[in-house]
């Protein structure tokens, strides 16, 4: 709509980042059957843009799991209803945790990956988590 874009009339980017964590939550809630927090945003990448009178369609799975932090995949495609053309605009990794109504996090079910993008990303990350660690290594090193 209108409002939720800039003065080149393509959608901010903050407000897509905003898509993508609620449809982040609502996965790992989904598949953790618990109430779950943002532990990070590891990446997004903007591909294209989205234009007025788009129509945006997010896709989102849990991709690999640990004790109870989900990685989550989201994507982002605009679809011009008129010409009928589809894009994928955005692709981001989150990562989301499970937990109780104190705060404290619980255990989350493993992933089953089936298709080939989930088996591709499933064994890849191994490699994002080992970056994330890593990142929020330096980060406290820093504090």
Same mark, same amino acid.
């Given at each position: 709509?209108?409002?939720d874009?800039?003065?080149?009339n393509?959608?901010?980017?903050?407000?897509? %980042?905003?898509?993508?964590?609620?449809? !982040?939550? %609502?996965?790992?809630?989904?598949?953790?059957?618990?109430? /779950? /927090?943002? !532990?990070?945003?590891?990446? /997004?990448?903007?591909l294209?843009?989205?234009?007025?009178?788009? =129509?945006?369609s997010?896709?989102?799975y849990?991709? *690999?799991?640990?004790?109870?932090?989900?990685?989550?995949? #989201?994507? #982002?495609?605009?679809?011009? &209803?008129?010409?009928?053309?589809?894009? &994928?605009?955005?692709?981001s990794?989150?990562?989301? #945790?499970?937990?109780?109504?104190?705060?404290?996090?619980?255990? /989350?079910?493993?992933v089953?990956?089936?298709?080939?993008?989930? #088996?591709?990303? *499933?064994?890849?990350?191994?490699?994002?988590?080992?970056?994330?660690l890593?990142?929020h =290594? *330096?980060?406290q090193?820093?504090?």
């Open positions: 709509m209108p409002p874009t800039n003065h080149l393509t959608i901010f980017g903050g407000k897509v %980042l905003a898509y993508i964590d609620e449809i !982040a939550a %609502l996965t790992a809630m989904k598949h953790a059957n618990s109430s /779950v /927090v943002t !532990a990070s945003i590891d990446s /997004v990448d903007f294209s843009s989205a234009k007025v009178g788009d =129509s945006l997010l896709e989102a849990v991709t *690999y799991t640990g004790t109870s932090s989900m990685e989550v995949y #989201v994507k #982002v495609h605009a679809h011009d &209803l008129i010409k009928n053309e589809k894009k &994928l605009t955005t692709e990794f989150l990562t989301m #945790v499970a937990v109780n109504e104190d705060g404290k996090s619980v255990p /989350v079910p493993g089953f990956p089936e298709s080939d993008e989930e #088996v591709l990303l *499933y064994s890849s990350a191994p490699a994002r988590k080992e970056n994330r890593r990142r =290594s *330096y980060k090193k820093q504090i």
